[in-house]
């Protein structure tokens, strides 16, 4: 059974940075799509980023240009800068097994799996 494990949520001032990891435990897939989704209370959830088995990346229209989504080994990074107070959301690691390539559209229904969430903060 896989688990996802998020690490390195925080509190920024405007313009900061941050790089949230996600431990990928009990891995086995040989194709798949990760992503980072995002929720806050005032929206519904959103994906960031996701990352496919060849390589290729997607990003929302909010994070393209200031977020970086990258997997080494078992973790998934995300490397944000020029954070807004927008970005303020809980941030969650999700994997869809089976694919070679992330979908635009974003829909969390075809995850199999999620982390629990790590927090992110924003202030101006």
């Known amino acids: 059974q896989v688990q996802l494990v998020e690490s390195g949520g925080g509190s920024v001032e405007a313009g900061g940075s941050l790089t949230l990891s996600c431990a990928i435990v009990?891995?086995?897939?040989?194709?798949?799509?990760m992503a980072w989704f995002r929720q806050s209370p005032e929206k519904e959830r959103e994906g960031v980023a996701g990352?496919?088995?060849?390589?290729s990346t997607l990003y929302a229209v909010s994070a393209k240009g200031r977020f970086t989504i990258s997997k080494a080994g078992d973790t998934l990074y995300l490397q944000m800068s020029e954070l807004k107070p927008e970005d303020t959301a809980m941030y969650y690691c999700?994997?869809?097994?089976?694919?070679?390539?992330?979908?635009?559209?974003?829909?969390?229904?075809?995850?199999?799996?999620w982390g629990q969430g790590t927090q992110v903060t924003v202030s101006s």
């Open positions: 009990g891995f086995r897939f040989p194709k798949y799509c």
């Open positions: 999700a994997g869809r097994w089976g694919v070679r390539k992330c979908s635009y559209g974003w829909n969390s229904e075809e995850y199999n799996t």
């Open positions: 990352i496919g088995t060849d390589g």
